[in-house]
């Protein structure tokens, strides 16, 4: 039985020692590299799982996409470089934050755009819904209520 446990907690260890070992290890001349890095990373969009920073994602172009940065930033690239090869290579959906022009457009109005309609069918249905009671109803609903109210007076004591 003692045998069996320590087979266990010896596969469970070598297990675990070989998860962390996934990590990549990367070196750095200084810390403002590692943090360009890291900062680029996590907004880079993966091409191929679409919600996932590369940093992330596991798939091969996310790897792919780490390593290129590595290799930039190593190189001596600043952020504004690295992001313009990414977009150039894979397109603007690679970043997390499009550029605005006549491409996406759409993308920057079409919330707006939605708000306001919204707001005017709103407004529209709110204006059909509210009938117009001229001065005869009124009245007639007036004098109904003060009725009502009269015999609710007269009933307590």
């Known amino acids: 039985m003692k045998q069996l446990i320590t087979s266990i907690l010896s596969l469970l260890l070598l297990f675990g020692a070989t998860l962390l070992q996934a990590d990549e290890i990367l070196s750095f001349d200084n810390e403002a590299e590692r943090q360009l890095y890291q900062q680029l990373t996590a907004e880079l969009r993966c091409p191929q799982c679409q919600n996932q920073n590369i940093a992330d ?32 290579r894979y397109g603007d959906f690679v970043h997390y934050q499009p550029p605005f022009n006549r491409y996406t457009l759409w993308l920057w109005l079409a919330p707006l755009l939605l708000l ?13 819904q509210l009938p117009l009671a001229n001065d005869t109803q009124q009245q007639g609903l007036d004098t109904e209520l003060d009725q009502l109210i009269e015999r609710y007076r007269s009933k307590k004591p």
């Open 57 to 88: 994602s596991n798939a091969i172009v996310a790897v792919d996409m780490r390593q290129k940065t590595y290799q930039l930033v190593r190189e001596g690239h600043d952020r504004a470089q690295v992001l313009d090869y990414m977009k150039n």
């Open 116 to 128: 306001t309609g919204l707001a005017g069918v709103g407004l529209y249905r709110r204006k059909q």
